[in-house]
């Protein structure tokens, strides 16, 4: 199964900072199925970006992501304070679909 | 409006049983593949089972295989997990993810709400 790294574990900024999220597959990540989700404590994960670089419905376009092969960011541009939250990234394309351990943002 | 509802978590002693619920509205139930997505209290998230649109195809992750089984009832629009041998390792929020429709892969673009497992004596 691929394995996806995440870092790094924990990113301490400031609202209107920039966010820079890294996730790291072992293995090529078929067709860019690679998708980011948000999740704030006691709530379901959000999906956010989905191929790698598409936004999900409704998504703000401070968030963006990128990224092919086995190496993927996802960016937000200027941190609102609604944005502090754990995040995911997840490959979709090959059987088992498998998350990363996730990366927290929280507030400096 | 998609929808996705669980029920049936809570207490359960190890080695016991339990069933999850998750009824769907909003979307053409039938037509979609189905899964199980679970998080340890302060942990990631655990992809583990998996069924296909008319539930002729299933996964299960190595940690639950042979203990719990993934069903779905298409004229209820309802998937279950019935979850058997339960361990303290099981303890878990279980959320319901809508699929695809097809074979091409999707993200989860839907999710319930989850429903709280807890094993313990």
């Known amino acids: 199964e691929i394995v996806l790294t995440q870092s790094p574990g924990t990113l301490s900024l400031s609202p209107g900072e920039r966010a820079t999220l890294s996730c790291r597959a072992s293995?090529?990540?078929?067709?860019?199925?690679l998708a980011w989700y948000q999740q704030k404590p006691g709530q379901a994960p959000r999906l956010l970006i989905y191929?790698?670089?598409s936004r999900a419905t409704g998504i703000p376009d401070r968030f963006s992501g990128g990224g092919s092969g086995t190496d993927f960011t996802l960016t937000i541009s200027r941190l609102e304070p609604e944005d502090f939250a754990v995040y995911y990234c997840?490959?979709?394309?090959?059987?088992?679909?498998?998350f990363g351990q996730g990366t927290k943002v929280e507030i400096k | 409006e998609v929808q996705l509802v669980e029920s049936g978590g809570g207490l359960v002693q190890p080695g016991g049983s339990l069933r999850l619920s998750c009824s769907a509205s909003g979307f053409t139930f039938i037509s979609y593949a189905m899964h199980w997505v679970r998080q340890a209290p302060g942990k990631g998230l655990e992809y583990v089972s998996a069924i296909s649109s008319h539930g002729g195809s299933t996964y299960y992750a190595d940690s639950v295989k042979g203990r719990f089984t993934i069903s779905r009832d298409n004229s209820k629009n309802t998937l279950y997990f019935q979850m058997s041998s339960l361990r303290a390792e099981d303890t878990a929020v279980y959320y319901c993810v809508k699929g695809s429709p097809t074979s091409v892969p999707r993200p989860f673009d839907y999710w319930g709400q989850g429903t709280l497992v807890t094993v313990s004596s």
């Open positions: 293995q090529s990540v078929s067709s860019s199925y």
């Open positions: 191929g790698a670089s």
């Open positions: 997840q490959q979709y394309g090959s059987s088992p679909q498998t």
